[in-house]
Nanobody, 124 residues
Framework: QVQLVESGGGLVHAGGSLRLSCVAS????????MGWFRQAPGKEREFVAT????????NYANSVKGRFTISKDRAKNTVYLQMDSLKPEDTAVYYC?????????????????WGQGTQVTVSS
């Protein structure tokens, strides 16, 4: 079992930055692959970014590529999502998730564990 706790959300103006954190416990951190998803009101949950257990592979949604960066700190069992050049359309609840499969990594259904979510609001 893996427990995930996110933090770092908040209100920011367009063009600003935020860094989300997700602390994982309950399983060897290097053996799980981590991802970030987001869900805006009235919309389906969508993939944002993912990083492999060894941090050697990362993938991003086209909508955030070049603006967001996912990273892991194994010593702290923490995965981060650095969000720069934020836009109002980035407003959503952001969720941290963990998976053991290496397939279909942008699909929320393959993620086994989820955090409670943290709200990010970008004002124009």
């Amino acid at each position: 079992q893996v427990q995930l706790v996110e933090s770092g959300g908040g209100l920011v103006h367009a063009g600003g930055s935020l860094r989300l954190s997700c602390v994982a416990s309950g399983r060897t951190f290097s053996s799980i692959h981590m991802g970030w998803f987001r869900q805006a009101p009235g919309k389906e949950r969508e993939f944002v970014a993912t990083i492999s257990g060894t941090s050697s592979v990362s993938n991003y949604a086209n909508s955030v590529k070049g603006r967001f960066t996912i990273s892991k700190d194994r010593a702290k069992n923490t995965v981060y999502l650095q969000m720069d050049s934020l836009k109002p359309e980035d407003t959503a609840v952001y969720y941290c998730a963990a998976r053991t499969t290496i397939l279909d990594v942008t699909n929320a259904r393959v993620y086994d564990h989820w955090g409670q979510g943290t709200q990010v609001t970008v004002s124009s």
